[in-house]
């Protein structure tokens, strides 16, 4: 079993819809999570950081933590074109000396005009 | 200011060839990470160098070799390119080992046939 799982999609939505993306996780000590947004032929950006649980929201963006689950949900609402590109959920312990990231595989979102 | 930049971006080689990717940050971060990134396994640490003059082995170190040589430049050498070295390279640059904001260059695409 992967310590994180992602499903690939492609999760393909109409323009304005709400799209909820997720990640599972089985390492309890995770504590940062992370979402990044990469385009096709570029590198990931960070979208979205949270520390332990709860809720954060930028703009049109949630991210959501349910550390008792070991899940965790990036929310975009009002979803545009230029939304679709591939969503990378990715976390990290607190353990000393643990630098390691471990990355979802991606989701591939396309939001249709 | 540029961020991070990687040179090559594309590259094709056979196998035994050897090559090196460079990797450079303009933002004064500390610590610099290199990944790979395969269709299904999402993105694995190769090596990473915490601070100038260190470096450590990730994931999958096997068959590559990094050297810091100042604090913008982190570069991956392939001494023997295989097959299975084929894949989507990426750099990337925090802060600190502690940051979680880990900014990634555009990647080099790189086939070894």
């Known amino acids: 079993q992967k310590e994180v799982e992602q499903d690939p999609g492609p999760l393909s939505v109409p323009e304005g819809a709400i799209v909820s993306l997720n990640c599972t996780y089985s390492?309890?000590?995770?504590?940062?999570f992370m979402w990044y947004r990469q385009y096709s032929r570029k590198g990931p950006e960070l979208l979205m950081y949270t520390y332990s649980s709860g809720n954060k929201e930028d703009g049109r963006f949630t991210a959501q933590v349910d550390k008792s689950s070991k899940y965790i949900s990036l929310f975009i609402r009002d979803s545009q074109p230029s939304d679709s590109a591939t969503y990378l959920c990715?976390?990290?312990?607190?353990?000393?000396?643990?630098?390691?990231?471990?990355f979802g595989t991606g989701t591939r979102l396309k939001v249709l005009a | 200011n540029a961020g991070v930049t990687q040179t090559p971006k594309f590259q094709v080689l056979k196998t035994g060839q050897s090559m090196t990717l460079q990797c450079a940050q303009d933002?004064?971060?500390?610590?610099m990470y290199w990944y790979r990134q395969d269709p299904g396994m999402g993105l694995r640490l190769i090596y990473y160098?915490?601070?100038?003059?260190?470096?450590d082995k990730g994931e999958v170190p096997n068959g590559y070799n990094v050297s810091r040589l100042n604090k913008r430049e982190f570069s991956l050498r392939l001494e023997s390119a295989a097959p299975s070295q084929t894949s989507v390279y990426f750099c990337?640059?925090?802060?600190?080992?502690?940051?979680?904001?880990?900014?990634f260059g555009p990647g080099t695409r790189l086939t070894v046939l």
């Open positions: 933002m004064n971060h500390n610590s």
């Open positions: 990715a976390m990290k312990s607190d353990a000393s000396g643990t630098y390691k990231y471990i």
């Open positions: 390492n309890s000590a995770f504590q940062y």
């Open positions: 990337a640059s925090s802060e600190s080992e502690a940051r979680d904001t880990q900014y």
């Open positions: 160098s915490a601070s100038e003059g260190t470096t």
